[in-house]
């Protein structure tokens, strides 16, 4: 038999060991070099997005660049062109700073590109990510009997817990969908929820009108009274109630509902119990600040984002419950091509993804080097900063909206200052800091939010000055 002779694969692809080495050792020094400038620079974008789109349309991918030149023109432009998380002056929207062992993670995901779909495929990332999620289910003080998975955001794993209360709501669901059951579907969370619950009600088919939005107690916090009167009324009316979703760390104040509580009206009325922990769930880390998130372990499922208060790279998000067996109805099916069909272990049969990235070896690395006692030192920071911030704010005059114990704080700057949104734009348009306007309990408010993870004292004098020239700009 004669050999054909293969064409070579392409170098621009797959490069010799060598090259290969050259460019590693370059990109990880200038990857170095650029998270320096990253945080020292403006925190927000600089570049001219008009001359970078024309750029762009340049670009027609017949005239092929060489490798490092490309990866250092994204660099720049990365260093020039997004709000920096990696800048210490950033005090964004939960999105963090990433820890270096998330990062090595990624890293060696890349090399080795495992595809988690199966446990026969990569049974070590499968074994080790399951192990992940049981530690930090068990750290929950959920029941023995923890599973779960990886997702790609809080989003998929709020998505998975209506799934379940749903599966779980009616034996035909899996079969005839929203129509085995006998009316309207609802499912209630605080007015101070993440919105995307809208999201997850359009695409879960239960339609957006099932998400009934319960009123806060003035202090951002859910009130078990309007959610019973509100379950109350919806069954008079015939709907059907299957879920009850707490937030343990809303979005906009930090705020913590009753945990309890709610799980006593959902066990009350047999519905699911979720908490929405995405952000909040870092606690869990600290023996100091634990107590917040008290009758978590009372949930049916949690959602808790790593790549948020964790500081995992985006996204890492987990999905955790008490009934495995049920992910397993939800998500099952069976197929001759995959190498490996294990109800309750292969991912792709109790999730809602199929291929998967090996993500949970952020969490592992981080946990293993840090343990629970480094996870909580990061978490008890950013608090102490939270705490500094408000001490230098409310010295000049400001006021604090919430009252949360997390490393949320929403403020109000001193009467006759400028309007807050305008006064956000101003400090965020300077580069000095990033902060957000939200609305907390119907009032307009800074938002400060401690996300990396070593923002200095110098860091703060900088943001309470910027805040201070923009609120007196008037
Ligand atoms: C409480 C809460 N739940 C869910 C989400 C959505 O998570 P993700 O952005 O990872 O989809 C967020 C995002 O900030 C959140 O704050």
Request: aromatic residues 6%; neutral net charge; hydrophobic residues 45%.
């Amino acid at each position: 038999m004669s050999r054909k002779n293969l064409q070579a694969a392409p170098p621009a692809l797959f490069p010799a060991a060598a090259e290969r080495r050259r460019i590693d050792d370059w990109l990880t020094t200038a990857l170095i070099e650029a998270s320096s400038r990253v945080q020292t620079g403006p925190v927000t974008p600089t570049i001219d997005i008009t001359k970078f789109r024309d750029e762009l349309a340049a670009q027609d991918f017949n005239q092929p660049r060489e490798l490092q030149e490309v990866l250092s023109w994204t660099i720049e432009r990365m260093q020039t062109g997004l709000v920096q998380m990696g800048n210490p002056r950033y005090f964004g929207l939960f999105n963090p700073a990433a820890t270096f062992p998330a990062q090595c993670a990624d890293r060696i995901a890349s090399l080795f590109n495992p595809q988690l779909a199966s446990s026969a495929s990569s049974p070590v990332p499968v074994e080790l990510e399951s192990h992940v999620i049981r530690a930090v289910g068990r750290r929950a003080g959920l029941a023995d009997a923890v599973s779960g998975h990886f997702a790609t955001g809080g989003s998929e794993a709020n998505y998975t817990a209506l799934i379940c209360a749903l599966t779980k709501g009616h034996p035909e669901f899996a079969t005839r969908g929203t129509q085995a059951y006998q009316g309207p579907l609802r499912f209630y969370t605080s007015r101070e929820c993440h919105i995307a619950w809208l999201k997850i009600a359009h695409q879960a088919g239960v339609g957006r009108a099932a998400l009934r939005l319960v009123n806060t107690d003035g202090r951002g916090q859910l009130d078990p009274e309007a959610l019973r009167r509100m379950i109350a009324e919806d069954r008079a009316l015939g709907a059907v109630p299957i879920m009850v979703v707490a937030t343990a760390g809303t979005t906009g104040g930090g705020m913590v509902d009753p945990l309890s509580v709610c799980a006593e009206i959902a066990r009350a009325e047999g519905m699911w119990y979720h908490v929405d922990a995405a952000w909040g769930g870092a606690a869990l880390a600290s023996e100091r600040l634990r107590g917040l998130l008290r009758g978590i372990e009372k949930a049916d499922s949690i959602t808790i984002d790593a790549h948020k208060w964790l500081a995992t790279t985006m996204g890492c998000a987990m999905f955790i419950t008490t009934h495995g067996s049920l992910l397993s109805e939800a998500f099952h099916c069976s197929t001759s091509f995959m190498p490996s069909s294990v109800s309750g272990i292969d991912p792709y049969l109790n999730s809602v993804q199929w291929s998967r990235r090996f993500i949970g070896l952020r969490l592992f690395l981080a946990l293993s080097v840090a343990g629970w006692e480094g996870l909580a030192a990061h978490v008890e920071r950013s608090v102490e900063v939270v705490d500094l911030i408000k001490q230098r704010l409310l010295e000049r005059g400001w006021s604090v909206a919430n009252a949360s114990g997390l490393a949320v704080l929403d403020v109000l700057p001193p009467a006759g200052s400028e309007a807050v949104r305008s006064l956000v734009r101003q400090v965020v348009a300077s580069g000095r800091a990033w902060v957000a306007p939200t609305s907390f309990e119907g009032r307009d408010v800074v938002r400060i939010c401690v996300t990396h993870g070593e923002t200095s004292a110098a860091d703060v004098d900088e943001l309470v000055a910027a805040l201070n020239d923009y609120a007196a700009s008037q």
